[in-house]
């Protein structure tokens, strides 16, 4: 597998941890490290050595208590230091996975071959930029990464069985692509999304509700708008994203599919490289502008109305893209996280809906999770 894994510890050890000098706590699998932060918590530190040693999950969504921002659970995460052994968790549930399978296994699960993974947890991580590539000879996690592919000499099927083995660069920072002054221009945070697009498609809806003078035929074309978005997504992510059959093998096609959507499925929880920068989604979104007003083309007001209904789509589906990645959720989304999460570290050829699984049911690419497969030693 490729990265540095995380050590794994048993309940006991954890528990046994609880105290100012070395505090740990768990969430579920991972184990966290709070020892530096007892006396910064907000709270006051009695409140974390209550818990010295057990899990948070069930405190840290405590409403009576104090439910905990987002903000609380990114603190967390830069304090992970581990995962509860597979030995602990399978006397819990009765088995062992890897006993059972006889696969290859990372923290005690089966591997996927494609990905080197075997589990949401698994992408986040951090990668030993040293030893990845001394392994793999692919990128050196250290240094600008465009020009490294570019002067490479790679051939498509090596650039592509190793841009589907996910890394994730120290902590979730973001690693250098350009490493000079156009490094800014590559990252984008996601509420740039909806400040950017926001105020003109509201400004232009206004417009079409206007000039339709008629809110119900208004609301009809809008509402088409936002489900055609649907499939624009579906069918961008997966015959535009993954061109990977038909990527010509030379370093102008890889570079490009490197910058569109490859460089995310090498490091898929860069939180400043999970939505499109607005520059990127003009051109994209530009010759959509054409074809709305080429197909409605009887009435100006209408075709603005579908575009803009298409645009607050894609505005949720940016969002949500990086709420997947980056967010606790609501059960409905929990789900869908999963299914996304998967796409990444199981079977990146199937599983193309990011805001909704329909069109995937549609066209035959629901992602069911595969039976793990062994893995080359690494």
Known sequence: MPGRVLPTFTRAEVEARNSASCCYVTLGSKVYDLTSFVGDHPGGGDLILDYAGKDVKEIMRDEISHEHSEAAYEILDDSLVGFISSESTSKNAGTDTATTTGAETSNGQPVYATTGMSREEDLSVDTDPQKDYQTHKFLD??????????????????????????????????????????????????????????????????????????????????????????????????????????????????????????????????????????????????PFWKLAHTVFFYNWYAALMVYCGGVFGYICYDLTHYFLHHRNLPSYYKQLKKYHLQHHFADFENGFGVTSRFWDKVFGTELETPAPKDVKTQ
């Open 141 to 286: 996690l250290n240094k600008p990464l465009l020009m490294q592919l570019w002067n490479s000499g790679f051939s498509k099927d090596f650039y592509l069985e190793q841009i589907h083995r996910p890394r994730h660069y120290r902590g979730g920072e973001s690693a250098p692509l350009f490493g000079n002054f156009l490094e800014p221009l590559s990252k984008t945070a996601w509420y740039v999304v909806p400040m950017v697009w926001l105020p003109p498609v509201t400004y232009g809806s206004l417009i079409g509700f206007a000039g339709l003078g008629n809110p119900v035929a208004a609301a009809g074309y809008w509402i088409g708008g936002v489900c055609l978005w649907s499939l624009i997504e579906y069918l961008m992510h997966r015959f535009l994203f993954h061109i990977d059959g038909v990527l010509p093998d030379n370093r102008v096609g890889i570079t490009l599919h490197f910058l569109l959507h490859g460089i995310h499925h090498y490091l898929p929880m860069d939180k400043y490289r999970l939505v499109m920068p607005p520059t990127l989604f003009v051109v994209l979104a530009a």
